[in-house]
């Protein structure tokens, strides 16, 4: 009995190990995804930012707007060509929490966000954002973004 007791204990360790270690190298992929999507945009590279999500991706924008599904959708909404070019100086995210539950993850946190846009600048001081992953292969892709502020606080400035 106590040899029995042995074996699934050494077994259960094996198996334990690697999920852990599995776990961690996933919420680490989730923090540099993460982070990537706000080095393309300062970046300013659109189809960088557009990669990082899956096709049948779905925009959750903030003030109630409507949800936004799918890559081409998504590109419109940011990205249309009769807009002019958004630039994006300052961007801070600090996730406050990411998990993994199979091949979805989720990050969980804080932003600051400063934008410039049809000679206006615009800072968002603070706000929250969540953002649903999903493992493609190898990787991870957003599947759902979303963001909320409070418009109140943003400042806004005439930029030259």
Do not use: C
């Not at 852990?20 to 189809?47: M, P, S, T």
């Not at 409507?66 to 959708?73: I, L, R, W, Y």
């Not at 998504?74 to 406050?96: G, K, L, Q």
């Not at 400063?114 to 292969?137: C, F, H, K, L, S």
């Amino acid at each position: 009995m106590r040899s029995i007791v042995i074996a699934i204990t050494l077994i259960a360790s094996v198996l334990t190990g690697p999920v852990l270690a599995n776990e961690q190298e996933d919420r680490a992929a989730l923090k540099a995804l993460d982070q990537a999507y706000v080095a393309e945009w300062i970046k300013g590279d659109a189809d960088a930012v557009l990669a990082l999500f899956t096709e049948d991706a779905t925009l959750v924008p903030h003030h109630g707007d409507s949800p936004v599904k799918g890559q081409e959708a998504i590109r419109d909404f940011w990205f249309h060509p009769d807009y002019a070019p958004t630039v994006v100086p300052e961007w801070r995210r600090e996730s406050a929490e990411i998990f993994v539950l199979g091949d979805m993850g989720v990050v969980r946190g804080r932003t600051r966000l400063v934008w410039e846009y049809d000679g206006m600048r615009t800072t968002i001081p603070d706000g929250n954002y969540v953002m649903i992953a999903v493992r493609q292969g190898q990787d991870w892709r957003i599947r759902l973004l979303t963001w909320n502020d409070d418009p109140g606080i943003w400042l806004r400035e005439h930029i030259d």
